[in-house]
C-alpha cells in the first residue's frame, strides 16, 4: 500500500476547479451569450493614492467620449456609460464573439478628504483618468520636534 501524504487545501482546489468550470460554461454557453448581450460587465480599475490627490484610472477600450457619464452625488463617485458594437453584422457570420458590449456603472464611496468640487477627468486611449484632489485640511502636516536640553 502506498503511503499518500495528506493535504489539507485538495478540498479546496477541488472546489475551486469545479466553480471555475462552472462559470466558465456559464459565460461561454447560451446563457451567457444573453447575459453579455444585457450589457451585464463593468471596467476594470486602478486606485491608488498620493500625497495631493487619490487617482482612478478605469480601462474603457471602445468606448466613446460621448457614451461615458462622471458625476458625484453625496460622496459617491459614479462612473456610468455603454461600449457600443461598431457594426450589426449578424449572428451566424460570426466565428467566434468574446469582446463583451452594453452598458455599465460602477459606484466609488468616495472618503470625507476628497475636494469633489476640483475633481479632473482626461480620457486619452481607452483610459479614463479621475484626479481626486484631497482637501488642505486632509493632507498629513509635518510637526517639527524640538529638543531641549
Not at 81 to 94: A, L, P, S, V
Not at 140 to 145: H, M
Amino acid at each position: 500500500m502506498a503511503i499518500v501524504k495528506f493535504d489539507p487545501f485538495k478540498e479546496l482546489y477541488s472546489m475551486r476547479s469545479q466553480m471555475d468550470r462552472l462559470f466558465d460554461s456559464l459565460l461561454r454557453g447560451e446563457e451567457g451569450e444573453q447575459l453579455m448581450g444585457k450589457g451585464l460587465w463593468a471596467p476594470a480599475v486602478d486606485i491608488y493614492e498620493t500625497e495631493d490627490e487619490i487617482v482612478l484610472k478605469a480601462e474603457l477600450p471602445g468606448v466613446d467620449k460621448n457614451d461615458l457619464e462622471v458625476k458625484v452625488e453625496n460622496n459617491t463617485l459614479i462612473l456610468k456609460g455603454e461600449k457600443k458594437q461598431e457594426t450589426e453584422i449578424k449572428k451566424e457570420n460570426y466565428h467566434r464573439a468574446e469582446r463583451i458590449y452594453g452598458q455599465f456603472q460602477r459606484i466609488f464611496t468616495l472618503p470625507n478628504t476628497v475636494d469633489t468640487d476640483k475633481i479632473k477627468a482626461t480620457f486619452k486611449s481607452g483610459i479614463l483618468t479621475l484626479s481626486l484632489p484631497k482637501k488642505k485640511e486632509a493632507k498629513p502636516k509635518q510637526i517639527t520636534v524640538k529638543v531641549e536640553e
